[in-house]
């Protein structure tokens, strides 16, 4: 990197000294035309090196830019003067007193990209105080959640994700795990932990969700906000389809803690989750995806139950997702819609007699503008533990996005519990985004 | 202990199958043109000029489409993971898409660093890095410089270097025909630059406004001069507020060019347009923009007939 620097400064060196002589020469026009092409090949060089930097300082900072990014070879004032001098002050550099800031600047080139993504929730209306399982409750203002990202790849065969979901008190990791991806055969791995890929909104990050809540459906049957988002192992393959076609298989190995839905007592208690994925791309501007998920587990207690359950009951998931997504590429950035579906059965054994429950969510959004959606939701769901008591509702939502980085959501949310008691509530999120957050999967 | 056995089997059933999975899939080495992969269309044609026949090469964004805003589909998963090369624009302007896809594709040949990445924008000329502070205050910035660099025909003839350097690095016996490759199409991009700065010599030093700031390089090359942007920060929407003062700097500066990517609303630029006697042209910042827009020659073919026609218009 020093000699890139060193040499980039001879060159400039020269191809000013050329230009001066070009002004003195006699002005025979073929001597001209040697010199443009002489002075035209010496900037394709200082490009190169110029690009060379830049890569260097971007990708691969190694320990000996520190040293070289604390020296005054870099600036322009430097450029101009002959490359020996210069050269004498980079092995002086010891001598010279410390240059802290340039010093930080380097080492930053290899710090992860960090971002923060703050989720603030406001609600009106009445929520009754059930004492079963309700659906997300909010309080009148409340941030719901700070979320800490730290990204970086790791070395040339793995990258590592944190996701740190900080609430007004208390911290909880919501997600950190190692990809590796560089395997033989196309696998992709993860170790840590990680939002299960059962099914779609489960792995989705409530700053991407495209509503301010989770749907009934999750809330009744697959642990509610935080899902099955446990620690453990994935392992994933793109299967061989016919053209057009993608396949990926995902099969996951977990501790077997999610939430009301899995709880581990043994260490045999794993739970697993597996998913398949078709897509299809039906022309440019749409494409269908479709999921099929399963998921095993040994059934968690009832919230707040003192006594362990034993772990020989056995929860059992089953889920269907669709997606449908429109999006006119000329005008990509205008005009969208999604349609999206999730059915979840659940199998629980628990003291008593099994419960079979099913849920499920419909939704549709719609861009009509660069900067606003329109939504609407409807849930119906019965409960994991109460099979019997079945609750509904709906939502409409409106958004609009004043940039990429920033998103105001409002929501109007209507659910009927199974008790007959009706909730009629006003939703407002604001979501924004510091720091390089980087792009989540589609 | 039982039914820990039986996730242990299943689990090691899943590793066994996966890695004879991987003995069946693992591709053939050699005897096979190399696969190239580029994220935006103008690499690909790029790619395609150097390569000839040696190579396949397909591009993931449309050149119709806005490059910052591509959906990470699956189905580009496909085309990545059999990969051999991948060229990126870089700069960020991939950022919102193109790291998801690497990382799902698992094709350790194209992770970034790997031979097979290519960041082509370490050797084109990038202007516009900013200095001092950036903040997101400035709209979606580029901190790395201005991502729009390949509409300028000197870049492209240093992009197309790196690439057949590259090619050669990854296969060696081709080298010789992809420096043929080479040769051959910096003698036409020569010829063709020639015409190019005749065509646009009369225009020297005219005014012009863009929607987006995707034009320094072709504004540079061709020495024009552009003033405003219909958009006041890249990436933000236009405010009636900023195109009123656009309307008053465009009569002021007596400019009546306004160029937009094909992939942005003529709303506000036809209106622009209407007060202050312009001419909005729709000019294609990537090879592929229009159907008889197929390489890299075409396009600048392309832009300086339409940008000509209306500088001369509105002389």
Known sequence: MRNLILGAIALVALAGALMAQQASMPETSA???????KIRDLEDRLIALEGQVRLLKSTQATP???????????????????????????????????????????????????SVIGDFIGAAGNSPSLPLAIQQPFQSFQ???????????????????????FGEEGVDLEEGYITFTALPGNFVAKAGKMRSAFGKVNTLHNHVLPWIDRPLVTTNLVGGED?????????????????????????????????????????????????????????????????????????ADKPGSIIPLNSDFITNLYGVDATLRWKPLRRSIYHSFVARSELIWSQRQQPGAEQRAFGFYTSADYQFGRRWFLGARYDRSDRAQFANLTDTGGSVLLTYWPSEFSQIRGQYRFTRYAENIDAHELLMQVIFSLGAHGAHPF | MKRMLRHCRLLSMLVAGALMWAGLTAPPAEAKKLNVVTSTTDMAALTQEVGGDKITVEAIAKGYQDPH???????????????????????????????PLINQCGNARVQVGAPGYLDA??????????????????????????????????????????????????????????????????????????KWEAEMKPYRGRKVVTYHNSFPNFAKHFDL???????????????????????????????????????????????????????????????????????????????????????????
């Not at chain 1, 001597?31 to 092409?37: H, I, K, N, V």
């Not at chain 1, 719901?144 to 944190?162: K, M, N, T, V, W």
């Not at chain 2, 992809?178 to 020569?190: N, S, T």
């Open chain 2, 121 to 194: 924008s370490q050797f084109a000329e990038i202007l516009e890095k900013p200095t001092g502070e950036v903040t997101r205050a400035m709209g979606d910035v580029h901190p790395l410089g201005n991502p729009h660099y390949w509409l300028d025909p000197d870049n492209g003839r240093r992009i197309a270097r790196g690439i057949a350097a590259k090619l050669s690095e990854l296969d060696p016996p081709d080298a010789p025909y992809f420096q043929q490759q080479l040769q051959d199409f910096e003698k036409r991009l020569a010829a063709a630059e020639q």
């Open chain 2, 225 to 315: 001069n552009v003033i405003g942007y219909v958009e006041p920060r890249p990436g933000i929407p236009p405010t009636p507020s900023h195109t009123i003062e656009l309307i008053g700097l465009m009569k002021r500066e007596n400019c009546k060019v306004i160029l937009v990517e094909p992939y942005f609303d003529l709303k506000t630029p036809n209106s622009v347009a209407s007060n202050t006697g312009g001419k909005v042209v729709v000019y294609l910042p990537s090879v592929g923009g229009e159907k008889q827009v197929t390489n890299y020659f075409q396009l600048f073919d392309y832009d300086i007939d339409l940008l000509t026609k209306a500088l001369q218009a509105t002389q």
């Open chain 1, 227 to 299: 899902g099955i988002d446990d620690a453990g192992v994935s392992l994933e393959h793109i299967l061989p389809a016919p053209k057009g076609f993608f396949v990926d298989l995902t099969g996951q190995v977990f501790r077997g803690d999610a939430g009301d839905v899995f709880h581990a007592v043994n260490r045999s208690d794993v739970s697993t989750v597996d998913h398949l994925r078709v897509y299809k791309d039906v022309t440019e501007s749409t494409n269908l995806d479709v999921g099929f998920s399963y998921s095993r587990g040994h059934s």
């Open chain 1, 64 to 114: 000996a830019a520190t040293t070289e990014a604390g020296t005054p070879a870099g600036s322009p004032a430097a450029a101009p003067t002959p490359a020996a001098p210069v050269a004498t002050s980079v092995t002086s550099g010891g001598e010279q007193l410390p240059v802290y800031g340039g010093a930080s600047a380097a080492a930053k080139a290899l710090n992860p990209d960090i």
């Open chain 1, 143 to 165: 941030m719901h959640e700070s979320e800490l990202g730290l990204q970086a790849i790791i070395d040339p065969y793995a990258r590592g994700d944190f996701f740190i979901s």
């Open chain 2, 69 to 99: 805003f591509v959906e990470a589909k699956p189905s580009f998963l496909l085309k990545l993971r059999n990969a051999d090369l991948l060229v990126v624009v870089g700069l960020q302007l991939e950022i919102g898409w193109l790291p």
């Open chain 1, 31 to 37: 001597d001209t035309a040697a010199l443009q092409q």
